[in-house]
């Protein structure tokens, strides 16, 4: 890795007498809170409200088997949403491995295939370069970054900390966390590395190091703890962790971690340090793990399934920078990290392991993304060298599903889990439809990777989007999926609530089933109906709105209608730290905060779809009026019916189902709000969720089950009918 001398010159001239030694972290225009703009209706929709029949039949007409794994979860590193989010670690920057860059299009220059010019960089001198991001001096002790003591061969860049001679009271220095750090009651756990520079000795009266949590504005200390050293190594470097246990809540998140130590026993004393971490409580206690609240967000949608690690996050900027499953296991001081796809630097912490555990601890089914000869610079493994690919995509497997037998089982084994995991589900890159490539790499991996592991679904991530621009479709062999991706204006989802109805038999591909991998409403509906990626005010939507969860909801029912086409779905993205993102809308906001995290409609609507449907479909006759502005679909278990109808319309509609057998009771859930624009924001998280139905009725009026029930204008509803 090549370090800027400049750079390291830099850091140790300003991070000297408790300076800021951070550069300037990017800033983005800040996510408008609440949109004042937007569609007085939806597109496409019928401006009727004649009655509207509907009837249920329990004993006649077809039915089909639920997908069980409908509703899931993506993940990719966008926006923050592991470094910085999901992942526990609050420190930024604990290993040095790297830094955030941009791109921009400079006048004058080429800009095709893609205008990849980096003009923005936090080490100016070589982008993506470690940087002294994050850190701060305590007592005037020096800071520089260091290349001649490295941690490890993938750790080559430390921190050097020098003690003045003249050093009085506490010295050392504090870490910012992304963007502060949270501080509740709960313990919190600590450790570094550190290696004393023996030669100049000066610490051999040290007795201890103490961790803190403190203010940034009162420097009020909220708990400290002392670990104690013992005698330090001054060949190689000793590992201290320590717990802090904190019983008080601060007021807001703007704290930092604190790592001192007593001036008088290290005056003129000189330390290296690197891996610097600190997690709080993680999900399920899991070592390395999820950040507590966050996970517990995700888990509280009940996700059938995750798709992971990406995403384009997967592909590289370049095939050098992809995401290399062998480059994510094991101890973390030999993760290297990686540039990300979106501006930042993975540490890499978070790696595949600790995504197959997330899906054990979530009851999830892992659909593992493969990276499959593609990167983001347009360049394409030759096909001559896709062995190489299909290779690396069956050592990862091995790893994944491989008994201790097995080479990379048992190197699995050796990361302390001997037990296999169930891999049913690989996608075969992310939307390759990018490239001209995958006609050639999609059959090299799909045949090789069936041969080994044949009872494996596989996910082609392209099919006929590249129709126009390289002239191709993929075939599809029957029992493979495709994943499809749609960020579109509203109107365009109320169009798909057919489209799967006959579309294997229209496309000819029996049997292939569909993954609605990412979908969201990206902005509202405008004339020529082209997406604008530069996000004009005007038309962007930043935070999922009433409007969003309505339409997707209408998407989401005529998935729920074929379950025999349709076996999954997952909105994108998921998660983004609201202090730097890439991307919006998100299905959840968050800053380091707890109490700042924002639950969209869009997580609401998943929620309350996933909670409420039956393990097999229901026919439904329309006896009176017709669909549009409502949409419907019903379900059934064993003791309940459910019906799902959503009112995309600006006024109420009567509606009236007849049910062929009697219910006992009814009960509903509903989201709505007076403002089709309407969102959930900070200060108020809750101005959009589900809530009950009130005055639905107790039983049936007849012998058969009849109800009446007029649906609010721009509601998302689901009735269930207890029999």
Known sequence: MLISTAALAAFAVVCQNGASAEPQRQSYSPIIERQAYGES??????????????????????????SPLL??????????????????????????????????????????????????????????????????????????????????????????????????????????????????????????YILPYEARGNYSGLTGINVSLRSNLTNEIWATEKIPVGNLSGWDYTQLSGQIK???????SNNS????????????????????????????????????????????????????????????????????????????????????????????GFGLLEFLEWTEDMEMEPVLAIYAGYSLDHSSYPEDLMGEVLQSALDELEYCTGNTSTKYGALRAEHGRPEPFKINYVELG??????????????????????????????????????????????????????????????????????????????NNTDVKIFLGEYSVFQVDTPDGILNYSDPADIHISYPRLLSAVVEGVLLLGAERNPEVITMSSYAPSLANFNRYNWTPNMITFTANPNETILSTSYYLQKTFNQYRGTETLPIENTKGGL?????????????????????????VPLSVDVDVPYSSVNGTIITNPDLNGSNYFNNQTAIVPVPIEGLGTDSTGGNGTFQWQVPSYSINVLQFDI
């Open 41 to 66: 209706y939806i597109n496409g929709t019928n401006s009727t409200n004649a009655e509207v029949g509907l009837r249920i039949s329990t004993e006649q007409g077809q039915r089909n088997k639920t």
């Open 71 to 192: 509703y899931g979860w993506m993940i990719e590193d966008i926006s923050h949403s592991i470094e910085g989010g999901l992942y526990g670690e609050l420190l930024v920057n604990r290993a040095f491995q790297g830094s955030s860059y941009t791109y921009t299009n400079p006048p004058g220059f080429n800009t095709r295939p893609v205008g990849n010019y980096i003009t923005i960089a936090e080490n100016s001198d070589v982008p993506t370069g470690p940087t002294p991001l994050g850190y701060r001096s305590i007592g005037g002790a020096r800071l520089t970054l260091d290349a001649f003591h490295p941690l490890s061969d993938e750790l080559p860049v430390v921190m050097r900390v020098d003690v003045p001679l003249n050093a009085t009271g506490e010295v050392g220095f504090l870490n910012e966390g992304w963007w502060g750090m949270a501080v509740i009651p709960q313990t919190y756990n600590a450790s570094f």
């Open 257 to 348: 971690f604190a790592v001192t130590f007593d001036a008088s026993e290290v005056a003129g004393a000189t330390f290296y340090f690197n891996l610097i971490s600190l997690f709080g409580e993680t999900f399920k206690d899991r070592p390395n793990g999820l950040r507590k609240d966050l996970g517990q967000n995700v888990y509280d949608l009940r996700p059938k399934f995750l798709r992971f690690p990406g995403g384009n996050n997967i592909e590289g900027e370049s095939i050098a920078t992809r995401w290399i499953w062998n480059e994510t296991i094991g101890p973390l001081k030999h993760r290297k990290g990686r540039p990300g796809d979106w501006n930042y630097y993975n540490t890499n």
């Open 246 to 252: 904190n019983i008080q809540t601060a007021s807001n």
């Open 430 to 507: 992310n939307e390759d439809w990018f490239s001209s490539t995958y006609p050639y790499r999609f059959p090299i991996l799909y045949n090789g990777v069936k041969e080994k592991y044949p009872n494996i679904t596989l996910i082609s991530t392209a099919f006929d989007e590249a129709a126009e621009s390289f002239n191709y479709t993929i075939d599809l062999p029957k029992g493979s999926m495709w994943d499809r991706h749609h960020y579109e204006e509203p109107h365009f989802y109320l169009d798909q609530y057919h489209f799967y109805d006959n579309w294997q038999q229209e496309t």
């Open 628 to 652: 549009n502005p409502l949409w419907w679909a019903s379900s059934i278990d064993s003791n309940t019916i459910y019906l799902k109808v959503i009112n995309s319309g600006n006024t109420s």
